[in-house]
């Protein structure tokens, strides 16, 4: 199984920015779609981004579209996620995923499409 570990979040205050990156030690990291999922206070874990295998493809919750950024970058093993105009709302634990896949185009955005998981990172967006 994949170990996936999450780091870069924090507080930072409303209208902010904060960059989660989320170390791999995936063989042929390519052949891996990755995705972000959050979990809110008192809320289920909720799919925030995802990527394809190649790069390619990506796909948002709406409510972060346009402020927030998935990327990864292969030869280091590494996702990305760029956080901008950060608000309250995006106050949860972040959490990296992966799942192996044969369609290098291909996006996922269900919790059950994913069998690796990380640990997961704070994020807290408060004055």
């Known amino acids: 199984q994949a170990q996936l570990v999450e780091s870069g979040g924090g507080l930072v205050q409303p209208g902010g920015s904060l960059r989660l990156s989320c170390a791999a030690s995936?063989?042929?990291?390519?052949?891996?779609?990755m995705g972000w999922f959050r979990r809110a206070p008192g809320k289920e874990r909720e799919f925030v981004a995802a990527?394809?295998?190649?790069?390619?493809?990506?796909y948002y919750l709406d409510s972060v579209k346009g402020r927030f950024t998935i990327s990864r970058d292969d030869a280091k093993s590494t996702l990305s996620l760029q956080m901008n105009s950060l608000t309250p709302e995006d106050t949860a634990v972040y959490y990296c995923?992966?799942?192996?896949?044969?369609?290098?185009?291909?996006?996922?955005?269900?919790?059950?499409?994913?069998?690796?998981w990380g640990q997961g990172t704070q994020v807290t967006v408060s004055s």
């Open positions: 995923a992966a799942r192996t896949t044969f369609y290098p185009y291909s996006i996922y955005r269900g919790e059950t499409d994913y069998g690796s």
């Open positions: 995936l063989r042929t990291f390519s052949r891996y779609a």
């Open positions: 990527i394809s295998g190649n790069g390619g493809n990506t």
